[in-house]
């Protein structure tokens, strides 16, 4: 496997932990926590690689989620 393989799996499974985390924060279905997910900024940072924002804990980025305005777009 090479580096960009690496990364990639690396990303998939930390979004399906963010999402998870949204929805146990939240008391939503994983439905909704996926749109939650996808629809904020906050995914956009993470596929891009942002800072290294995705190498911060799962847990972290969905706080973070919850600071930017609870729907994931800066206030």
């Known amino acids: 496997m090479d580096e960009n393989v ?3 799996i690396y990303q ?3 979004e ?3 999402i998870a985390q949204i929805a146990a924060d939240r008391s939503v279905s994983l439905e909704k926590a996926m749109d939650i997910y996808y629809s904020s900024e906050l995914a956009d940072q993470i596929h891009q690689g942002m800072e290294g924002i995705q190498y911060l804990d799962y ?3 969905a706080q ?3 600071e930017m305005g609870g729907d994931g777009k800066s206030p």
């Open 16 to 18: 399906e932990r963010i």
């Open 12 to 14: 998939e499974r930390l």
């Open 64 to 66: 973070l989620l919850t």
């Open 6 to 8: 690496l990364e990639q």
């Open 59 to 61: 847990r972290v980025l």
